[in-house]
């Protein structure tokens, strides 16, 4: 069974500075994607970026972007320019060929003014 | 589109009353999944359909817990009879499976049920 690892319980960063969050992974898999989400306090789950194991590019979405390592099965994500919306909870999730989505446990990101 | 609709956003209920949490996926898509969050366990998966069929239910805690998909845009999750440490907030997802690609799974807003 896969599983996702998230060593970092809560994270503080300043505004305008630079923070990344570590993600780790175990699977005997060659094919899958690695995922980001946001939940704010509103609770919402809001996709972040994705990563597809096939593609040695890192994703970046605007202020976002990741550091893939799949030899290490390493999925880190880095938020630049932080901004206080940023504060939220963070989880990487593993997901197989069948769609099923595996968690890590999260780490809460402050951002400080 | 309006996104992944759940409801109620919160419940409350006693112990020992059957709670029925309802979710209308966005249209078009296929896959629909019933998650779980507490503060213990994180976010855990309970249930996933493909094309109204349940495929996975070893999620699911126990037989009081069961869910349904009668058609492709209405699913319901129902825990009978609940429990004090049923209480969680459960989190309805959808997405669209096409050929062997799983597509995002884009979340409701949840529902918050505390059973006292």
């Known amino acids: 069974a896969q599983t996702v690892t998230q060593s970092q319980p809560e994270m503080s960063v300043q505004e305008a500075e630079t923070v990344t969050l570590s993600c780790t992974y175990d699977?005997?898999?060659?094919?899958?994607?690695l995922f980001w989400y946001k939940q704010p306090p509103s609770r919402q789950m809001i996709l972040v970026i994705r990563?597809?194991?096939?593609?040695?590019q890192n994703a970046t979405e605007n202020r976002f972007s990741v550091n893939f390592q799949k030899a290490a099965k390493s999925f880190s994500l880095k938020i630049s320019d932080s901004q206080l919306g940023d504060a939220a909870m963070y989880f990487c999730?593993?997901?197989?060929?069948?769609?099923?989505?595996?968690f890590g446990a999260g780490t809460i990101l402050r951002v400080k003014s | 589109d309006a996104g992944v609709i759940q409801s109620p956003r919160h419940e409350v209920t006693e112990m020992g009353q059957e709670v029925t949490l309802r979710c209308k996926p966005i249209?078009?898509?296929?896959?629909l999944f019933w998650y779980r969050q507490t503060m213990m366990r994180g976010l855990e998966l309970l249930i996933y359909?493909?094309?109204?069929?349940?495929?996975?239910d070893s999620g699911m805690p126990e037989d009081r817990f069961s869910a349904k998909m009668p058609n492709a845009s209405f699913s319901t999750l129902k825990i009978q009879p609940s429990e004090p440490r049923d209480s969680a907030v459960y989190f309805c997802?959808?997405?669209?499976?096409?050929?062997?690609?799983?597509?995002?799974?884009?979340f409701g807003p949840g529902t918050r049920l505390t059973v006292t």
């Open positions: 997802a959808s997405s669209l499976v096409s050929g062997d690609r799983s597509g995002e799974q884009y």
């Open positions: 359909f493909n094309n109204n069929v349940p495929i996975d």
């Open positions: 249209s078009g898509h296929n896959s």
């Open positions: 699977t005997s898999e060659s094919d899958y994607y």
């Open positions: 999730a593993y997901r197989s060929a069948d769609g099923k989505l595996v």
């Open positions: 990563q597809e194991a096939y593609k040695q």
